[in-house]
């Protein structure tokens, strides 16, 4: 299912982007009350045109990954950080006609633009209620740990412990009161970047389905 948030969550999203580079919106998709919820940085071109997250180069290697430990698209929740495009604005020149184009090639997300959809993907999570939250990816990771960690450490790792919630100013992030299960998983695009990953991030993911396993039965 897609899921409809609120109109003055939606608002005050926009209000707080005006000026930033972002196109689009891509909702979160999936079943609610699921075993996992998955956690990007932010749609690509390819979700912004299709609207659907995690559909493209990246998505291929994440759906590839989750069917070895016997989940799809249906069977979780996907979503990001941030729901609209980043986006840098490029002058280059076309080779052959010599003319100047300019290109919107996608970018990491600020701090800023994080901080933005936190009060949203907050709310997100309070209807979605996963049983583990597995951030991909650094941007994931900080926004729900704070920046002191790192996915090079805590790839593949059962946490349980409070996650970051906005503060209601907007000014930043406090910790919860309860804790939450947690696995942080390389970024799907850290394999097409580099395919040595591939082995890390395949054994990453058969401990996940070990942890999900244990935790149903
Ligand atoms: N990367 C993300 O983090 N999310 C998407 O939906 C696509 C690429």
């Not at 704070?146 to 960690?149: D, I, L, T």
């Given at each position: 299912m897609i899921i409809q948030y609120p109109q003055e969550l939606l608002d005050e999203v926009q209000e707080r982007v005006v000026g930033h580079n972002l196109a689009g919106f891509t909702p979160g998709q999936g079943k609610l009350r699921p075993d996992l919820m998955l956690v990007g940085e932010a749609p690509g071109r390819h979700e912004e045109v299709?609207?659907?997250?995690?559909?493209?180069a990246s998505g291929k290697e994440l759906m590839k990954m989750l069917s070895t430990i016997g989940y799809d698209r249906e069977s979780v929740y996907i979503t990001s950080v941030v729901r609209q495009r980043p986006y840098s604005i490029k002058k280059v020149t076309d080779?052959?006609?010599g003319a100047q184009v300019v290109k919107k090639p996608n970018r990491t997300p600020t701090k800023k633009e994080v901080l933005a959809f936190a009060n949203l993907f907050d709310w997100e999570l309070e209807q979605v209620q996963p049983k583990i939250i597995v951030p991909l990816g650094n941007t994931a990771l900080q926004r729900l740990l704070?920046?002191?960690?790192g996915i090079g450490q805590l790839h593949g790792h059962l946490l349980k412990q409070p996650i970051q919630h906005a503060k209601n100013d907007g000014s930043g992030y406090e910790l919860a009161a309860t804790n939450s299960l947690l696995v942080p998983m390389y970024h799907p695009a850290a394999i097409l970047y580099s395919r040595k990953l591939e082995s890390t991030v395949y054994e990453d993911w058969q401990r996940l389905g070990k942890i999900i396993k244990k935790i149903n039965s």
């Open positions: 299709h609207n659907i997250p995690f559909s493209g080779k052959k006609t704070g920046s002191q960690v």
